[in-house]
């Protein structure tokens, strides 16, 4: 009877292939020599008319067996090959599931740089806006610093400005009531001195009469004298000869003559004048400053366009410091020249009447003072050192 053939175990389906590694199919071991003794054995028990189908069944059997033993070991090779394909496949779905994921986590890499990127760009932009909102707030903030301190430079300069208006308004009325108290006090010093000249005019004028009359009566009683020395000399009937006056008897008649001269010239000059309004300026100071200005640049004229070499030679002789009146009328023309005091010596005094000609004339008077006089008096010391002094 023939061995029933062992069932071959279904191969796994694909899916579970797949889904887990399938096991190696263990292959039948092929019929050994023992076994195919025991079956011949078996073969000669049997009768002889089914020893042929037994042989025909046992060969059938045996390329069964071969054919099933061919599939399991072809069954085996495919499960080791699908087994093989199954690592593989899962070799390569974990490879593939590495590289998945080494991409997904690169790509989160690079998601992540790109959003750190991202974030710090947006947060350079913000730094940067913020840095920009805060140099214009500061360029705001110092324009406005800037705008208040100009309004405050401006509202000082303007404090300054109605101050310094204010203080010159000040000034103004001040230098206006000085001045108002200078002209009261300029005209009552001008009726003073102008009372003083009069007086002074009256006093010179009765002076220089007496002096005149003086001279006369002196004059007179020499001129008698010398009739009645005349008269007794002709009643002699010899006389001896006259003494000779001396050179000091003669210069001393000289000058007598020459004053009596002088003062009848003056005489004769304040006579001419008439009703002619004359101002006097006996020294530097004077409250009439018009007065003393014309006679500073009077002095000034004389001094700076005089050389002493032009009587450098005349000034070497021994003489005093002569004390000069100059006359001027209000066109600047000289008047008269006055030797108040004489150098002594009669070159000096010509020298000085030439220096007071050759630089005539002084120009006109201001206004101020030829409202006020028409002839002004200059007195004078004449210094001769190094240069050509006015004092």
Do not use: C
């Not at 001040?174 to 009256?202: K, N, S, V, Y």
């Not at 101002?279 to 001094?303: H, P, S, T």
């Not at 366009?305 to 450098?312: E, I, T």
């Amino acid at each position: 009877m023939s061995q029933p053939t062992p069932p071959v175990a279904p191969a796994p389906s694909a899916p579970a292939l797949a889904m887990q590694p399938a096991p190696v199919a263990r292959v039948q071991p092929a019929p050994t020599l023992q076994n195919d003794d025991a079956a011949g054995a078996r073969i000669i028990a049997l009768d002889d008319e089914k020893r042929d189908t037994a042989i025909a069944e046992e060969r059938v059997r045996q390329q069964v067996v071969q054919r099933e033993t061919a599939r399991a070991a072809t069954a085996a090779a495919e499960q080791q090959r699908l087994a093989e394909l199954t690592v593989q496949a899962q070799a390569q779905a974990q490879a593939q599931a590495q590289a998945q994921a080494q991409a997904q986590a690169q790509a989160r890499e690079q998601a992540a740089r790109e959003t750190l990127a991202s974030a710090e760009a947006a947060q350079r932009d913000a730094e940067r806006a913020d840095a920009q909102r805060l140099e214009e707030a500061n360029r705001a903030a110092a324009a406005q610093r800037e705008a208040a301190r100009a309004e405050i430079a401006r509202q000082e300069q303007a404090k300054r400005e109605v101050a310094r208006q204010e203080q010159a308004r000040l000034e103004a009325a001040r230098a206006e009531a000085t001045r108002q108290e200078q002209a009261r006090l300029a005209q009552l010093e001008a009726f003073r001195q102008d009372a003083i000249r009069q007086d002074a005019a009256r006093q010179e004028a009765s002076r220089q009469d007496a002096i005149r009359q003086d001279a006369a009566r002196q004059e007179a009683s020499r001129q008698d004298a010398i009739r009645q020395e005349a008269a007794r000399l002709a009643q002699l009937p010899q006389v001896a000869p006259a003494p000779v006056q001396t050179p000091q008897e003669a210069q001393r008649e000289e000058r007598l003559r020459a004053i009596g001269r002088q003062l009848n010239q003056e005489a004769a000059q304040r006579d001419a004048a008439g009703g002619q309004r004359r101002g006097w300026l006996l020294g530097r100071a004077d409250a009439n400053a018009d007065l003393v200005a014309y006679a500073e640049a009077m002095g000034r004229k004389i001094e700076l366009n005089m050389s002493l070499d032009a009587v450098r030679d005349v000034v070497k002789q021994p003489h005093r410091q002569p004390l000069v009146t100059v006359a001027v009328r209000s066109d600047g023309s000289v008047e008269r020249v006055t030797f108040v005091t004489s150098s002594g010596v009669p070159a000096v005094d010509e020298a000085i009447r030439q220096i007071i000609a050759s630089h005539a004339p002084y120009g006109p008077f201001p206004p101020a003072l030829a409202r006020q006089y028409d002839v002004v008096e200059i007195r004078r010391t004449w210094l001769f050192d190094v240069a050509v002094r006015l004092q």
